[in-house]
């Protein structure tokens, strides 16, 4: 059968030109290079550009999370010494603030769900580990159907309650799965520590995947940091969008969850992190002086040239579907950044991501006759942080999937409440018309 693999791949291929014929919004991107307006949703912003007279004009990047700038609602915790995820969780939820009290309830019933069914960790995550973390949260997810005792009422009250359990779980089961990998595949001492209802998520990941269960008070609030900034992405970013597809069927709450992670784990969506690392390290290998602009710039070019590290032509971490001047995400982890790589004793390093960014833009103007601006993404510098908290390159999108699913759980109960269709968009076919043959008569 494989001898046919290519005459299978020739018999799936569409001409490219029937695309532009048809008027087919490939990936559902107009030809401007805006996205297809499929919904409405009042969770996140995303804000890169303004539209005048069909032509793009890049504008400095915004993110609102519930109407509310994420700058401030940064600076806002940040300024009283507290973390700020679970407040983000409770925002994105519930469509508004918390006052103190209500984030104390909030924080105490998220602690309360943080471990696992009885005898789970050993029967799910233990007895069958995953070398993909990603797949591990993914089937855990769906057998946490099975402990529920409600799993397809999809009343808003029993999807909010599932939503908020499923967040409190997923730092368990993602310092689970990575502690499972790391014993059975990598023959590493096994530490199973009980999360602790009083921490939030950042320090739950660290105290659960760290052997000694330490971490600094920086360490925590950059991980706190980094969650915040991936809660949401609007309802057009593809695992957002999926759960609003598979919710529209009217399935449960774990399907659609499990959608989602699967959405995330692809390269072009949740990894990208992880090249952004890896081309640095190779960088870093291949240029002998972190200060020489020109010989970095070299490597840039190089790099898009399809000549060096992996020969795909990108700069990774360099570059937005939608942010154009700045990613706003971007220059709040890059300031955080900053502060722990002096606590690592990797300013230095630092310095060298600084300059990277800036000569990447010079580079990909140049060699691509850019007009437009192009600006560093979150993934730039989310990497380096968390190379900089030692967390393994396998837990990067994993943690990802931490902060977002705040977001899908929002945008499901959005999509339950709202337009109550099921998501179908047109595929036409352009198969030519063949009659049938009876089997004695085929080739």
Known sequence: MLSNLSELIERNRIDPELYELYGVKRGLRNNNGT?????????????GYIMDDNEKIPSKGRLQYRGINIKHIVNGFQKDGRKGFEEVCYLLLFGKLPNLEELLQFNEMIGSFRSLPSNFTEDMILKIPSNDIMNKLARSILVLYSHDNNPDDTSIKNVLRQSIELIAKFPTLVAYGYQAKSHYYHNNSLYIHSPKAELGAAENILYMIRPDNSYTQTEAEILDLSLVLHAEHGGGNNSAFVTHVVSSTGTDTYSAIAAAVGSLK???????????????????????????????????????????????????????????ISDPRALLLKEKAAELAKEKDRFDEYKLYELVEELSKEALSEFRNLNSPVCANVDFYSGFVYDMLNIPWELYTPIFA?????????????ELIGPQKIIRPAYKSVAERKPYTPIRERD
């Open 35 to 47: 996205g297809v307006l499929v919904g409405l949703t009042e969770i996140g912003e995303v804000h």
């Open 266 to 324: 692809g390269p072009k969506h949740g990894g990208a992190n992880i090249k952004v690392i890896q081309m640095m390290k190779d960088l870093e290998r291949n240029i002998k002086n972190w200060d020489n602009k020109v010989e970095i710039k070299a490597y840039l070019f190089k790099l898009l040239r399809k000549e060096a590290f992996d020969k795909s032509g990108l700069i990774y971490g360099i570059g937005h579907a939608i942010y154009t």
């Open 402 to 414: 931490v902060a977002r699913i705040v977001g899908w759980c929002a945008h499901r109960i959005e």
